[in-house]
């Protein structure tokens, strides 16, 4: 079956820190991937998406490359703010509008 | 637009009791999920409703839940009886026919004590 790994943290960087979140997935098919961010006190929301290999996906400031070679999906931001302190979730359907498989979310803090 | 909502944010029940959680989905949107996260653990897929119709239920644990979507609208979970290992927190999510990209609620917390 399909399966997500990624780093679980905590992890604590200084603000303008480079950050990188690890995922990597297991997936028959062509599955494709997401990144969600949950904030303190508010729902899952979706940050970026990649739907065919090597498909980038951005948003505030985000970047992940679908690599399926390495079968990966890492999470990217080149200068971190205290206001990207939340969980970060790395997803994947199996296709259409297949049900996600999580991995079990980076808690990330950034110090000022 | 109004995005997905659902209620009780939180729930409070004892072992052995009845809960029934509710789902709005985004307007138009054919495809709603339930998910739950059990603490310290992956959020796990229960189930998928296209319209009215269950499209995929591998997920749900057992026969003490049960899911609706009469009319194709909103949708209700309940859980009967509950079990100290429901607790945990259920979020439901809709989509666009065709769509994977998914809309998150902000989950009701359910704690059974």
């Known amino acids: 079956g399909n399966s997500v790994t990624q780093m679980e943290g905590p992890v604590t960087l200084s603000e303008e820190a480079f950050l990188t979140i690890n995922c990597t997935y297991t997936?028959?098919?062509?599955?494709?991937l997401f990144w969600y961010v949950q904030y303190p006190g508010e729902g899952l929301q979706l940050l970026l998406k990649?739907?065919?290999?090597?498909d980038k996906g951005s948003n505030k400031g985000f970047e992940a490359t679908y690599r399926k070679e390495t079968t990966s999906f890492h999470l990217e931001k080149g200068s971190v703010q205290v206001s990207d302190s939340a969980v970060y979730f790395c997803?994947?359907?199996?296709?259409?509008?297949?049900?996600?498989?999580f991995g079990k979310g980076t808690h990330l803090i950034i110090q000022p | 637009e109004a995005g997905v909502t659902q209620f009780p944010s939180h729930s409070v029940i004892e072992k052995g009791q009845t809960v029934t959680l509710r789902c709005d989905p985004i307007s138009g949107h054919d495809n709603l999920y339930w998910y739950r996260r059990v603490m310290g653990k992956e959020i796990k897929f229960l189930l998928h409703?296209?319209?009215?119709?269950?499209?995929?239920e591998s997920g749900m644990p057992n026969n003490r839940f049960l899911a609706e979507r009469t009319g194709g609208t909103y949708s209700t979970l309940k859980v009967q009886p509950a079990e100290l290992e429901d607790s945990g927190v259920y979020f439901c999510?809709?989509?666009?026919f065709g769509k994977g990209e998914q809309y998150f609620g902000p989950g009701t917390r359910l704690t059974v004590t």
């Open positions: 990649a739907t065919k290999a090597d």
């Open positions: 999510a809709s989509s666009q």
């Open positions: 997803a994947l359907t199996g296709g259409g509008a297949d049900g996600l498989t």
């Open positions: 409703f296209v319209k009215e119709s269950k499209q995929d």
């Open positions: 997936a028959t098919g062509y599955p494709s």
